[in-house]
């Protein structure tokens, strides 16, 4: 049997996707991604012979997006940053809003000197091993409650060549009963409300785990515990970023400012226009 070719699969795909009105690019996210290939090199390569074993198992690929699997679980990576990271069913699905708080991190290290950092609700890792990448002389920590997640944030760490430390805990409590401080924090955590759950689309739903989705008390119940702790665990100069759901600015704003009631704490909001952070900071920036 002749093998198919690189531009017959693209084509089937290009047909299958059309048909269900999917994301017509995930063909050449397959094959780049099954055959290491630049989107460049793949347009080069539309001639280009797949093996028969590959070609099932690009088709296989196909089929599951198209029963409603992302393809980021499919193919066990997500681009973030620039970097592209292992990611599985136990950890969320790195959203591009999520750089906009690294960005501001970053420059916030880059301006303060600030090194000690600390990144609560770590998921999978972008955000703290991110930095590390970027700025190899900042010291992480990476915390989150699920060991299954750290797995997949340490082997990230591994793949990535990020020398950063793990650690299990509930918010902040192992840092509080360490009295360990830091001068740069970060949190992702669990926002959304039980209510928005109708509004939300099966292929989160069904894919990406609850527990990283979902937080009691419309959303805000991780955010209301570690505001009471961070007063215990910053510097004496220090910044906080946390990323919000586009309707929490004012209620997490409030939290802050009664755990820091002399400090300026600001919303921020992303690209599209939504509110997306709330930044707690008395350093000067």
């Known amino acids: 049997m002749q093998n198919k070719r ?8 290009r047909e299958k996707l059309a048909a269900g009105n999917l994301d017509s690019n995930i063909g050449e996210i ?4 099954r055959l290491q290939l630049t989107r460049s090199e793949l347009w080069q390569s539309h001639g280009m012979p797949l093996e028969q ?17 992302p393809i980021q679980y499919i193919l066990k990576t997500a681009p973030f940053f620039g970097y592209d990271f292992y990611v599985d069913n136990h950890v969320l699905i790195p959203r591009p809003e999520t ?13 303060t000197g600030f090194r000690k950092v600390l990144d609560i609700c770590t998921g999978s890792g972008v955000i703290g091993i991110t930095m590390k990448k970027e700025l190899p002389e900042l010291t992480i920590t990476l915390s989150d409650i699920s060991p299954e997640a750290l797995q997949v944030s340490k082997k990230n760490a591994q793949q990535l060549g990020a020398e950063v430390r793990c650690i299990e805990t509930d918010v902040a409590d192992y840092f509080v009963d360490n ?5 740069l924090i970060i949190a992702n955590p669990p926002y959304i409300a039980e209510h928005e759950r109708l509004g939300m689309s099966d292929l989160v739903l069904k894919n990406e785990p609850e527990l990283a989705l979902f937080a ?6 991780i955010y209301e515990k570690l505001v009471k702790q961070l007063p215990a665990i910053v510097e004496a100069n220090f910044w906080i970023g946390v990323e919000i759901g586009y309707q929490q600015g004012e209620s997490v704003r409030a939290l802050f400012q009664k755990s820091f009631p002399q400090v300026p ?16 900071s008395n350093a000067l920036v």
Do not use: P, S, W
Request: contains cysteine; negative net charge; proline residues 0%.
């Open 30 to 33: 397959i094959v780049e991604t």
């Open 179 to 183: 009295c360990e401080k830091y001068q």
């Open 216 to 221: 009691e008390n419309n959303g805000l119940a």
């Open 265 to 280: 704490v600001v919303i921020h909001k992303d690209i599209n226009g939504k509110d997306r952070m709330v930044i707690c």
């Open 99 to 111: 750089e906009e708080l690294v960005y501001k991190a970053l420059e916030t290290a880059k301006k």
């Open 53 to 69: 074993e590959m070609y099932q198992q690009c088709l296989q690929d196909l089929d599951r997006y198209l029963a409603g699997e």
């Open 6 to 13: 690189i531009g017959d699969f693209l084509q089937l795909c």
